[in-house]
């Protein structure tokens, strides 16, 4: 195990073969899991192939799934997104609650740049899980919910928070995930307002160009007659 985890953490093809070969010839479940979440950084088509494969495999607790997940993340391949939904429709009982909440979390992070209509799909998903009758599952989709980044999870959130008289971790969660998002918002606003600031200048520079322009024009009459009477 520690010998894969050593090959991971070198970027270069020979890794990506030996990790390849591993997944392809190895049974134990602890190596593959390492093998899986380390081969996640090479941006490979036998690399994604392997790891959507990997959802497919039996393993104790679902584990080489959950490792296979986290290789997706690594990986950043918004395309993982759908495949990862819809495993965890289909398998959501067999996942340990941390690893759950690992994977609702990789899943917002892959979501973050998905079309508006599929972002909205996987938000309605996650927001689900925070009526699960688990409290650690509770938890850990809020802060999915912050991962990734939607605005219009404010308000789901804003009920979550409570009133302050009586925190529990849900509340602290949902707390501090709107000051996350108000926080995206801040940014983008920034972003925004900057690219005003710009547009107005060039605005203004055109004004400045466009007025030269015409003062020159008014003066070139002068300067013919001027030239003519010398």
Do not use: W
């Not at 990506?16 to 190895?26: I, P």
């Not at 759908?82 to 067999?94: F, P, T």
């Not at 690992?102 to 508006?116: F, G, K, R, T, Y």
């Amino acid at each position: 195990q520690k010998v894969v985890q050593s090959i991971s953490k070198f970027y270069e093809e020979a890794s990506r073969d030996a990790l390849l070969k591993v997944v392809s010839g190895e049974d134990n479940p602890e190596i593959l899991d390492s093998a899986f979440l380390g081969m996640g950084h090479f941006p490979d088509d036998s690399v994604e192939s392997a790891l959507t494969e990997a959802l497919t495999m039996e393993s104790y607790r679902h584990g080489i799934a959950s490792a296979a997940i986290g290789g997706m993340r690594k990986n950043g391949n918004p395309e993982f997104a759908a495949r990862i939904h819809d495993h965890l429709v289909a398998n959501v009982d067999r996942f340990e609650d941390r690893s759950l909440g690992s994977a609702l979390d990789n899943l917002a992070v892959l979501s973050q740049e998905l079309p508006d209509a599929e972002r909205e799909e996987i938000r309605v998903f996650i927001a689900d899980f925070v009526r699960d009758p688990r409290q650690t599952v509770r938890v850990d989709a809020i802060k999915a919910l912050a991962t990734l980044k939607d605005p219009r999870s404010v308000a789901l959130l804003e009920s979550l928070q409570g009133d302050g008289d009586r925190d529990t971790p849900e509340s602290d969660a949902a707390r501090k995930a709107l000051g996350s998002l108000n926080s995206e918002k801040s940014q983008t606003g920034e972003v925004r307002d900057l690219r005003k600031e710009v547009l107005d200048l060039q605005n203004q520079i055109r004004a400045i160009q466009d007025s030269m322009d015409t003062m020159k024009k008014k003066m070139e009459p002068e300067e013919k007659k001027e030239k003519q009477d010398q």
